[in-house]
């Protein structure tokens, strides 16, 4: 039974990175028909806090990421930390250490100074007093000699060599447990199987299979991920655009490119794109899983956007528009009337704050016009013509699309005009610029009342100004 987890620290946004470990883990388990266990990786009290976690959880949430079994928290386990702690202190593995903080601290810099790899030198090793009021940490008796080797799933055979690696600490003199003997302990006792996490943790590796070493608990498969990197290769940062997660929710994007996106980031299947999560599910597995860095690209992602949103359905697109246009002042009441004016942006958009943003002439009162299109479009030669359309479409018992269409039809022979010339003056009265849906689509979807008054008003523009 393949079990993974995701072990956020909780002192931030659901960064790019992050998810895209989560997602990994959860493809992986999801395969496999395993378990995915969410784990909040809050012992540094300081830097974690709750507005962090809930934010977690909704970013989780939102990429489809469904977690099995309750959050567990690290900070409500002492007491299973403390039970594994005594575990090991009966069987002799740990050890009390006394060394006073400044003196290792100068210790350490007289080993740089040497040029040498500053290392505990075991002082309370094999002390065999204990002095009740003396502080102290409690150090692993890490083997000091032979080698600790990792099969990592995807970077291969890793080799170190034990005397590099210090007595480490596990827990500190204020009685918390270090991360290293924490994540082992958790990781044990929720059996996890495949540990999938970033390149960054790499160097913990030793250390934490020495510690299941000295546990007697079953080993499990490690997979370290390459970074993502920005294009210019550094390390993924602000300078690269947003980082969180949720950041992209509200620029209006979906999660189904996000996935999509998040996935590529160091997975491939083929030359293939474009992936639905069932079909992810499917087909994910670690081989193909490269070994160099995924190249963070926005443009990629915006580029996924707008391919998903041309796959959702206009309803379902309408619902999520709604939020977008109510932070442009706009109070939607009727969604089949959204649903209906989507299907005009859906090829234009490749956002949906960018779709809001299209659609809001059709909630306007009053069209304000972009000044060039103004001066090209609504001028003083026009106003015959849409007086007349005004006159037609006041009489107009059908103003459907097609019915729209008869009537530019007849204006434009008998005036002998383009349809551009008729249609182009008729965009900016009714939407303010010159790109739009289909003119009669436009027509049709904002009814004879509002355009007729949006008529009247570049009239009345017009010979204000034209
Ligand atoms: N809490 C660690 C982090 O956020 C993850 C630990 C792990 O995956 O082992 O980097």
């Known amino acids: 039974m393949v079990r993974t987890r995701f072990a956020p620290s909780p002192t931030g946004h659901l960064h790019i990175g992050s998810a895209r470990t989560a997602l990994f883990n959860w493809l992986f388990s999801r395969h496999h028909g395993g378990d995915f266990i969410l784990r909040i990786e809050d012992t540094d009290r300081v830097r974690s806090t709750e507005e962090s976690t809930l934010a977690i959880f909704e970013a989780l949430k939102w990429l489809g990421l469904d977690w099995d079994e309750e959050p567990f928290y690290q900070s409500q386990r002492t007491d299973i930390y403390k039970e594994y702690l005594e575990n090991l202190l009966n069987q002799g593995k740990v050890y009390r250490c006394y060394c006073d903080p400044d003196e290792l601290e100068e210790k350490k810099k007289l080993a740089f100074a040497r040029k040498e790899k500053p290392k505990y030198d075991g002082k309370c090793r094999e002390l065999t007093e204990t002095y009740p009021d003396k502080p102290f940490v409690i150090r692993f008796k890490s083997p000091q000699s032979g080698k600790t080797e990792v099969d990592d799933l995807i970077k291969g055979k890793i080799i170190f060599e034990n005397s590099e690696l210090d007595d480490l600490i596990l827990y500190r003199r204020d009685g918390t447990p270090t991360y290293n003997f924490v994540v082992v302990v958790d990781d044990v006792n929720m059996k996890?199987?495949?540990?999938?996490?970033?390149?960054?943790?790499?160097?913990?590796?030793?250390?934490?299979?020495?510690?299941?070493?000295?546990?007697?608990?079953?080993?499990?498969?490690?997979?370290?991920?390459?970074?993502?990197?920005?294009?210019?290769?550094?390390?993924?940062?602000?300078?690269?655009?947003?980082?969180?997660?949720?950041?992209?929710?509200?620029?209006?994007?979906?999660?189904?490119?996000?996935?999509?996106?998040?996935?590529?980031?160091?997975?491939?299947?083929?030359?293939?794109?474009?992936?639905?999560?069932?079909?992810?599910?499917?087909?994910?597995?670690?081989?193909?899983?490269?070994?160099?860095?995924?190249?963070?690209?926005?443009?990629?992602?915006?580029?996924?956007?707008?391919?998903?949103?041309?796959?959702?359905?206009?309803?379902?697109?309408?619902?999520?528009?709604?939020?977008?246009?109510?932070?442009?002042?706009?109070?939607?009441?009727?969604?089949?009337?959204?649903?209906?004016?989507?299907?005009?942006?859906?090829?234009?958009?490749?956002?949906?704050?960018?779709?809001?943003?299209?659609?809001?002439?059709?909630?306007?009162?009053?069209?304000?016009?972009?000044?060039?299109?103004?001066?090209?479009?609504?001028?003083?030669?026009?106003?015959?013509?849409?007086?007349?359309?005004?006159?037609?479409?006041?009489?107009?018992?059908?103003?459907?699309?097609?019915?729209?269409?008869?009537?530019?039809?007849?204006?434009?022979?008998?005036?002998?005009?383009?349809?551009?010339?008729?249609?182009?003056?008729?965009?900016?009265?009714?939407?303010?610029?010159?790109?739009?849906?289909?003119?009669?689509?436009?027509?049709?979807?904002?009814?004879?009342?509002?355009?007729?008054?949006?008529?009247?008003?570049?009239?009345?523009?017009?010979?204000?100004?034209?």
């Open 192 to 466: 996890i199987t495949h540990i999938i996490r970033g390149d960054d943790h790499v160097n913990n590796t030793p250390r934490q299979i020495l510690l299941y070493q000295a546990l007697n608990a079953p080993l499990p498969e490690f997979a370290h991920m390459p970074l993502t990197l920005g294009k210019d290769k550094a390390r993924l940062s602000k300078r690269h655009g947003a980082t969180s997660v949720m950041a992209y929710k509200e620029m209006g994007y979906l999660p189904q490119a996000m996935i999509n996106f998040l996935v590529r980031l160091g997975w491939s299947y083929g030359d293939q794109e474009i992936f639905s999560m069932d079909e992810l599910v499917e087909k994910f597995s670690l081989e193909n899983v490269g070994i160099s860095a995924g190249i963070f690209n926005p443009d990629k992602l915006l580029w996924l956007n707008s391919h998903y949103i041309k796959e959702e359905t206009d309803e379902s697109l309408a619902g999520l528009l709604i939020p977008f246009l109510e932070k442009k002042g706009v109070k939607v009441d009727d969604v089949k009337f959204l649903a209906k004016i989507i299907k005009g942006f859906k090829e234009r958009s490749k956002t949906l704050d960018e779709m809001a943003d299209k659609t809001l002439f059709y909630f306007k009162d009053e069209i304000e016009y972009q000044p060039k299109a103004a001066k090209k479009f609504l001028t003083l030669e026009i106003v015959d013509v849409l007086t007349e359309v005004i006159n037609r479409f006041e009489k107009a018992e059908d103003f459907s699309e097609e019915g729209i269409e008869t009537i530019f039809d007849k204006i434009t022979s008998e005036h002998n005009i383009t349809l551009g010339q008729l249609a182009q003056p008729h965009r900016v009265a009714l939407t303010g610029g010159t790109a739009s849906p289909g003119i009669y689509e436009v027509i049709a979807n904002l009814g004879k009342e509002r355009v007729i008054k949006r008529l009247k008003d570049a009239i009345i523009f017009i010979e204000n100004y034209g």
